[in-house]
């Protein structure tokens, strides 16, 4: 079982929808959780951070946050074709120590 | 703030050679450091992480002969790959925190390739 898991996609939606990316993660000590956008041939770029259960908006972006069920999400409202990227989920372990990425899930917004 | 500089962004070398990534954090003292790589449409993985003056930390499965990192300053770490062969072209991406580590600025990455 990968330590972080999300589905590769692609995830299609037409432009102005909710896109909605999913992530779980298997260590129970990880405290803090991420999500980066990654534009092709591009390093990471930090969306969106979150720390505890619950929902955090930012502009057009929530994270939301479920410890017992292990489960990170992103929703992009309003999506446009400029969000067209991959969406890549990290959980950090104050155990490890390590900020652990998901594979990735590509998202194509289509105008 | 806390914008983190990679340099060269691309690079072709021969097999055999050793080649230098930079990585600078230009607006903050890093206390830590990571490097990591990117293999085509795969997530990012963690090589090693670095703190100023000490010695770096590697992953499993990395050999640190064979990718030496030096964190000489707060505000500098360097990759060096030596004796580079085609399997180690990957995209290299350092990252630098302040303060707290799980808030990772990442640079712009290293395109490496190796003929």
């Known amino acids: 079982q990968k330590e972080v898991e999300q589905n590769s996609g692609p995830l299609s939606v037409p432009e102005g929808a909710i896109a909605s990316l999913n992530c779980t993660y298997s260590?129970?000590?990880?405290?803090?959780f991420f999500w980066y956008r990654q534009y092709s041939g591009k390093s990471p770029e930090l969306i969106m951070s979150?720390?505890?259960?619950g929902d955090k908006e930012d502009g057009r972006f929530t994270a939301q946050l479920n410890k017992a069920s292990q489960y990170v999400s992103l929703l992009i409202r309003d999506s446009q074709p400029s969000d067209s990227a991959t969406y890549l989920c990290?959980?950090?372990?104050?155990?490890?120590?390590?900020?652990?990425f998901g594979q990735g899930t590509t998202l194509q917004v289509k105008p | 703030g806390a914008v983190v500089s990679q340099h060269p962004s691309r690079v072709i070398c021969k097999s055999g050679t050793s080649v230098k990534i930079e990585c600078r954090s230009l607006d903050f003292q890093a206390t830590t450091m990571f490097w990591y790589r990117q293999f085509p449409k795969q997530s990012l993985m963690l090589m090693a992480t670095?703190?100023?003056?000490?010695?770096?930390?590697?992953e499993q499965g990395v050999e640190k002969d064979k990718f030496l990192i030096n964190h000489a300053s707060l505000t500098l770490s360097t990759l060096t790959v030596t004796s580079a062969h085609p399997e180690d072209s990957s995209f290299y991406i350092c990252?630098?925190?302040?303060?707290?580590?799980?808030?990772?600025?990442f640079g712009p990455g290293t395109r490496l390739t190796v003929t």
């Open positions: 990290a959980a950090y372990s104050g155990n490890t120590g390590k900020l652990i």
């Open positions: 979150i720390y505890s259960n």
């Open positions: 260590d129970r000590g990880s405290q803090s």
């Open positions: 670095s703190n100023e003056g000490s010695k770096a930390t590697y």
């Open positions: 990252s630098a925190s302040r303060d707290r580590v799980y808030e990772q600025y």
